[in-house]
């Protein structure tokens, strides 16, 4: 239980074990100083595990869950039912109203600066305290139904931005699931008669964009070109919910823990709904570009920080709200950029390279030919971590451990480097020829899987943890560790 008050708690350096952003955005460092929403937490919660008591399938469904992808039924849970009676409660634990389109006789209640559920509250919302509907949302509505038999009808057509189905009906609950395209509202509408073709010619772009040039700016050129042929077909929020899918889908290609958790979801039709954020590691030169292409797709600026001058990196936090979208993009930093905002300026060459250039220059940007170094879902913690060593998954050490947030890596992937990177950064200096022998030799660590786990609604990130697994899974860290 937390203590009086703690749900007011902000994660700050003098409370708790997490460091503040550093203040150089559009908002202030204060409003991305994620509070612990303890007590909202817990009243959703209560609600939702009103509703697994009545209504079987849920129930067993949650029991899988948590069984076979160590997962937590509440992480899936796109938002329930309430009736207005319990209005009241929800202000008072910190919920409001949310301006997005929904039936005239319901008002959408959701925690502004908290990751959780959201509330539909209405008439007929509730009985004795026990939503009358619940929600989640699998990656692929079509996939959920398959996977459990079930002859439920979807409303909506393909290419709807909304697609939902009845899966079970017990005890007076109607237990649903749902499918959003970019879309955060709760009124369905009939899409455009040319809607689904448009949106499977815009993954098929996605999908078939070049990532390898002789020159990466032609390759940013190229995605760029992409992205405005994707952009006149289907809205913003939709292109950005179908580009983030392939980056995943890249990423799951390179990665056998991916592929393995992946397979546990999908077992149970649940694809990667369970996502938090995708992390792309930039090199200096492209930087700019790839903030740029993800501000096109919607994404607004959220904290950035500035881990210091020893450990020589910072990030660019980002975030789409209406697609539900997080994107933390890091790079190599020298000591006086703190002072600009590296994510719009160009950022010079290094006569050195640090943790995440060296990523770079071994494989290749995230946003181009090496794809995302981590795709960061809500799990479990524990249950996860067992569970992926019954598959032969290991996990590295936490580097994040607290009430609150719990992180860890899956050992990381290693890749074949191609050897004409290998001599480019020999020829600058850059590694050494021991070095540059072994990364020939053994290859590098690509990406990784990670574990996390939020209590509280936390949505932000421990800047001391994240550096010190950037110093552990720098290349050459790694490389000696394995000599």
């Known amino acids: 239980m937390p203590r009086s008050g703690e749900n007011q708690l902000c994660a700050n350096t003098s409370r708790l074990p997490i460091m503040s ?98 509330v539909l509250v209405r008439a007929d919302g509730s009985r004795g305290g026990v939503p009358a509907t619940l929600a989640i949302r699998p990656e692929v509505l079509a996939d959920f139904l398959a996977r459990h038999d079930l002859e439920a009808r979807i409303e909506g057509e393909f290419g709807a931005r909304l697609r939902r189905a009845l899966v079970a009906e017990d005890n007076d609950t109607r237990f649903e699931a749902i499918e959003r395209l970019g879309y955060r509202g709760f009124a369905a509408e009939a899409p455009a008669p040319d809607a689904a073709a448009a949106t499977i010619r815009a993954r098929e772009i996605f999908r078939m964009r070049r990532r390898s040039f002789a020159d ?183 580097f994040s451990d607290f009430e609150f947030l719990k992180q860890a890596f899956t050992e990381g992937e290693r890749w074949r480097v191609r050897p004409e990177r290998v001599a480019a950064l020999r020829t600058r200096g850059l590694i050494t020829t021991a070095q540059a022998e072994g990364f020939l030799r053994d290859g590098a660590i690509g990406s990784h899987l990670e574990n996390l786990q939020r209590k509280g609604g936390f949505k932000g990130f421990n800047q001391k943890a994240v550096s010190a697994i950037i110093a552990a899974t720098d290349p050459r860290t790694v490389q000696a560790h394995s000599a």
């Open 21 to 118: 952003p550093f203040p150089i955005s559009e908002k202030s460092a204060a409003g991305f100083d994620w509070p612990l929403a303890y007590e909202a937490e817990q009243a959703l919660g209560r609600f939702i595990g009103a509703f697994l008591l009545r209504n079987g399938f849920a129930r067993r469904l949650g029991e899988r869950m948590r069984d076979e992808t160590g997962t937590d039924f509440y992480e899936w849970v796109d938002h329930f039912t309430l009736a207005p009676e319990h209005a009241g409660e929800l202000r008072a634990v910190g919920l409001v109203g949310e301006n997005v389109s929904a039936p005239k006789d319901a008002t959408v209640f959701h925690h502004p600066r908290a990751m959780m559920p959201r």
């Open 216 to 398: 990466d700016a032609e390759a940013v050129r190229h995605a760029f070109a992409a992205l405005d042929h994707v952009l006149a077909l289907v809205p913003r929020d939709v292109a950005c919910e179908l580009f983030f899918a392939e980056e995943r889908a890249f990423w799951e290609f390179r990665n056998r823990a991916a592929r393995v958790q992946k397979r546990r979801q999908d077992t149970l039709g649940l694809g990667w709904g369970n996502h938090d954020h995708h992390t792309f590691r930039c090199s200096r030169r492209l930087f700019a570009d790839t903030v740029q292409f993800f501000a096109r797709l919607g994404l607004e600026k959220r904290e950035r920080f500035y881990a210091g001058d020893e450990a020589g990196w910072g990030a660019q936090v980002m975030e789409s709200p209406a697609v539900g979208i997080v994107v933390f993009a890091d790079v190599d930093l020298l000591p006086g950029e703190i002072y600009i905002d590296f994510a719009t300026h160009r950022l010079p060459e290094m006569s050195e390279v640090r943790t995440v250039g060296l990523w770079c220059g071994l494989h290749g940007d995230s946003f181009l030919q090496a794809g995302m170094h981590h795709l960061e879902a809500r799990f479990d913690f524990v249950r996860l971590r067992d569970q992926l060593a019954e598959e032969g998954v290991n996990t590295m050490k936490p």
